[in-house]
């Protein structure tokens, strides 16, 4: 069943709250059995498809680099049409080796029975790979 465009906002925004707040549990619980995760780029470790699960464990793994548990990912714009929203968003995050992770984003999120069964993200790759990879 398709979503309205303002429940799958709503669905997506409430997503994107729980992926700031660091809860990985509420996060996958939000999201479909068969969803994943590509990110765009070429980041050993960020870049490609991850499943549901492999996703979970990704988010668990970074928890400990960033000094507030959590990337805040906060959406300046969405677009809703069925059960796909465009997301302009702004990520941000101090590590706990003081650099600042501060990146643009725009998210493709599908929906699927109320849940997040495919998201893509388009992020600056090589800002990623600085700040978290390089020296």
């Known amino acids: 069943?398709?979503?309205?465009?303002v429940d799958a906002k709503a669905i997506v925004a409430r997503f994107f709250a729980t992926f700031s707040a660091g809860d990985v549990?509420?996060?996958?619980a939000m999201m479909d059995d068969e969803?994943?995760?590509w990110v765009s780029?070429?980041?050993?470790g960020f870049s490609g498809e991850h499943g549901k699960q492999a996703f979970g464990k990704l988010l668990a793994g970074v928890k400990?680099?960033?000094?507030?548990?959590a990337l805040?990912?906060?959406p300046h714009a969405m677009i809703a049409e069925g059960d796909i929203v465009a997301v302009e968003a702004e990520g941000w995050a101090e590590l706990t080796n003081g650099r600042i992770y501060n990146?643009?984003?725009h998210f493709a999120v599908e929906l699927r029975d109320g849940k997040i069964l495919r998201?893509?993200?388009y992020m600056d790759s090589l800002h990623a790979r600085q700040i978290f990879f390089d020296p």
Not at 1 to 5: L, P, R
């Open 41 to 44: 780029g070429s980041v050993d």
């Open 35 to 37: 969803a994943n995760w």
């Open 119 to 121: 998201v893509r993200e």
């Open 25 to 28: 549990p509420g996060l996958l």
């Open 72 to 74: 805040r990912i906060t």
């Open 1 to 5: 069943m398709s979503a309205t465009a």
């Open 103 to 105: 990146s643009r984003y």
């Open 64 to 69: 400990d680099v960033y000094r507030d548990g």
